[in-house]
């Protein structure tokens, strides 16, 4: 059984940074691509950002490009999510999941994903 167990989360003041962390058990973690998600209260989940199975592509959201870097550790079956001059925009629960098929990509889509975590919250004070 493919878990997700995010961590990392909290409240922060506006211009401050985190680092989300994504623990992955079950399957293998070197084969797939990874995808960071948010959603605000009222609002659709949406792409933050995605690594492929290599590592060797990435994709982000156009909100936060600059500021969020994703990465993953193949040797701890972790992706991260370093977080930077965090805005009060960038409140949200953040979902980290797992892409299907092996050697997958940097996919944006949601449906692209198969597993999912239960989500940690963000939130920034202004």
């Known amino acids: 059984q493919v878990q997700l167990v995010e961590s990392g989360g909290g409240l922060v003041q506006a211009g401050d940074s985190l680092r989300l962390s994504c623990a992955v058990s079950g399957g293998t973690f070197d084969f797939y691509g990874m995808g960071w998600f948010r959603q605000a209260p009222g609002k659709e989940r949406e792409v933050v950002a995605a690594?492929?199975?290599?590592?060797?592509?990435?994709n982000y959201a156009d909100a936060v490009k600059g500021r969020f870097t994703i990465s993953r550790e193949n040797a701890k079956n972790t992706v991260y999510l370093q977080m930077n001059s965090l805005k009060p925009e960038d409140t949200a629960v953040y979902y980290c999941a797992r892409c299907r098929g092996y050697y997958s990509g940097a996919s944006s889509l949601a449906y692209a994903y198969d597993y999912w975590g239960q989500g940690t919250q963000v939130t920034v004070s202004s």
């Open positions: 690594i492929s199975w290599s590592g060797g592509a990435t």
